[in-house]
């Protein structure tokens, strides 16, 4: 069955860095495209970014452009989030999440991680 | 960039009961590319619908999606223990994704 974990959250100083990683089983990880997706506490779902299957293509939330960068590792089965110039606002549990469409993306979702805590605080 | 209002805030009902939630975007979502997931206190999103009416694999056909343009709705024919949740539309028809503020089904 599909599996996401992900790892790497913690507690990180304001401007500081964090690197999430999600590891995936139980699917074809180099076929579908995959998702960060983050919740501030009691808050809402927000979509922070995406990445196509080959890693060709990538999309962020205005919220983290230019701070954020999403990657994966096909022959790892592993999706990132690489977090820079973080802010108190970035504090939330990150989802990754995968993507419906095979090789063509739907932008929406059928399977998520546990979610990793990231708070920022000095 | 299209923002999803959703309605009621909280929703108070018993079980058996019908639940009718509202999620309303400033702009039309085209194709009526929309998608509504369950959450539950602890634990990751759940998909239910997606394309505003399909029902996601396995979910149970209390769970049903309406709507077009700009007005969307789902429906719990008989609300089940399990279905107290909080419930997300979502819209991919535009970037950038984005999610409803969510409603609440709570027991009454």
């Known amino acids: 069955q599909v599996q996401l974990v992900e790892s790497g959250g913690g507690v990180v100083q304001p401007g500081g860095s964090l690197r999430l990683s999600c590891a995936a089983s139980?699917?074809?990880?180099?076929?579908?495209?995959m998702h960060w997706v983050r919740q501030a506490p009691g808050k809402g779902l927000e979509w922070v970014a995406f990445i196509r299957y080959d890693g060709s293509n990538k999309y962020y939330a205005d919220s983290v452009k230019g701070r954020f960068t999403i990657s994966r590792d096909n022959s790892k089965n592993t999706l990132y989030l690489q977090m820079n110039s973080l802010r108190a606002e970035d504090t939330a549990v990150y989802y990754c999440?995968?993507?419906?469409?095979?090789?063509?993306?739907?932008?929406?979702?059928?399977?998520w991680g546990q979610g990793t805590l990231v708070t920022v605080s000095s | 960039e299209i923002v999803l209002t959703q309605s009621p805030g909280t929703l108070s009902l018993s079980p058996g009961e019908r639940a009718t939630l509202s999620c309303r975007a400033s702009q039309s979502v085209s194709s009526s590319y929309l998608a509504w997931y369950q959450q539950k206190p602890g634990q990751a999103p759940r998909l239910l619908i997606y394309g505003a009416s399909s029902r996601a694999t396995g979910i149970p056909d209390r769970f049903s999606g309406s709507g077009s343009g700009t007005d969307f709705t789902l429906t719990i024919s008989r609300l089940e223990p399990e279905d107290f949740a909080v419930y997300y539309c979502q819209q991919y028809g535009s970037s950038p994704l984005a999610f409803g503020q969510g409603t609440k089904v709570e027991i009454k």
């Open positions: 999440a995968k993507d419906l469409g095979l090789y063509d993306a739907k932008y929406y979702f059928d399977y």
């Open positions: 139980g699917f074809t990880f180099s076929s579908y495209g």
